[in-house]
């Protein structure tokens, strides 16, 4: 049984020296083809990546990973998987462009997730949305709270794109500040605007507790209504 830690197997696995001459060689020969096969696939290549993009990458760098450092693979055959993985990622693209039905079901729809100001509750659970990263994007654009926010995308590419409300038709909404946000609470302590911090509804309450009438929670934090500054 081989001992651990068996350098000259750990460093080159019995392979002499030489051969990383040739791993050299390999690695030069597959990123020069690389670069100019992903120099035909298009500019697609170097956008955003969407869910089939990132699916190219991953193929494409099993492909290309092999031939270049084992040598019981030979260059050959890592060249025409390469190529054949570029050229169905082109084909595809061309169908996507040509055919609707297709485009939405290998790269999905954008997703409507913020409606004046809340969360719709349908789409926020089909995407498994993790909320403090949604509200670290609207930070970002500089959102203090979800009544100033008209209408937001889950985009394809995981992006948010986010249409503001004119300042005159800000209203109280959740606050996704975090200092503001983790003073929720399903205790309510006095008359005032208050925002679920599940869907974000909002809306005057007088009571000691309540439950949001669109997804059912109880937890609540004081609402704002300050004006976005950009």
Known sequence: MDEIFEWPRVLMN??????????????????VMLLMLLRFAGKRGVKQLSIFEMVFII????????PMLYDNVGLLPGIIVVIVVIGLYRLITILVAKFKPLEHFIEGKPKLMIQNGEFLVDNLNKENLAQDEFFSELRLKSVEHLGQVKHSYLETTGEVSTFFKADEDVGYGLPILPELFNKASKQISGKAHYSCTFCGHTELINAKSHTCEDCGKEEWVQSINTIRIS
């Open 14 to 31: 019995e392979l002499p020296y030489n051969f990383l001459f040739e791993v050299i060689f390999r690695a030069a020969v597959m990123f």
């Open 59 to 66: 193929a494409l760098g099993s492909a290309v990973g092999d």
